[in-house]
Nanobody
Framework: QVQLVESGGGLVQEGGSLRLSCAASGGAFNRFAFGWVRQAPGKEREVVAA????????FYADSVKGRFAISRDDAENMVYLQLNSLKSEDTGVYYC?????????????????WGQGTQVTVSS
């Protein structure tokens, strides 16, 4: 059974930092690209970061470039998102996504499985 379990969200002031984690189980981890998809109230779902198999390519949305960093640990089946210099517009639920096609993940934000997400709230 495939599971994606996100953690690490919370309430933080503007300028603060958080580190999100995604524990993936039940599948061949290194066969997938992974990403983080943000859903904010009243806004469209946004792929904020993605990392290809073996980390050979990384994508960041313009809105987070230079502030967020995605990484993966294939030995531990973990994906991380370091959030720095947080802004109020970063508020939302962050979901871990997996897709065998890196480019499709970036363009569509599609994932074959979803976790419960983790809430990030940035106060101004």
């Amino acid at each position: 059974q495939v599971q994606l379990v996100e953690s690490g969200g919370g309430l933080v002031q503007e300028g603060g930092s958080l580190r999100l984690s995604c524990a993936a189980s039940g599948g061949a981890f290194n066969r997938f690209a992974f990403g983080w998809v943000r859903q904010a109230p009243g806004k469209e779902r946004e792929v904020v970061a993605a990392i290809a198999r073996f980390g050979v390519s990384i994508f960041y949305a313009d809105s987070v470039k230079g502030r967020f960093a995605i990484s993966r640990d294939d030995a531990e089946n973990m994906v991380y998102l370091q959030l720095n210099s947080l802004k109020s517009e970063d508020t939302g639920v962050y979901y871990c996504a997996r897709n065998p096609d890196y480019n499709n993940l970036i363009s569509s934000g599609e994932s074959d499985y979803w976790g419960q997400g983790t809430q990030v709230t940035v106060s101004s």
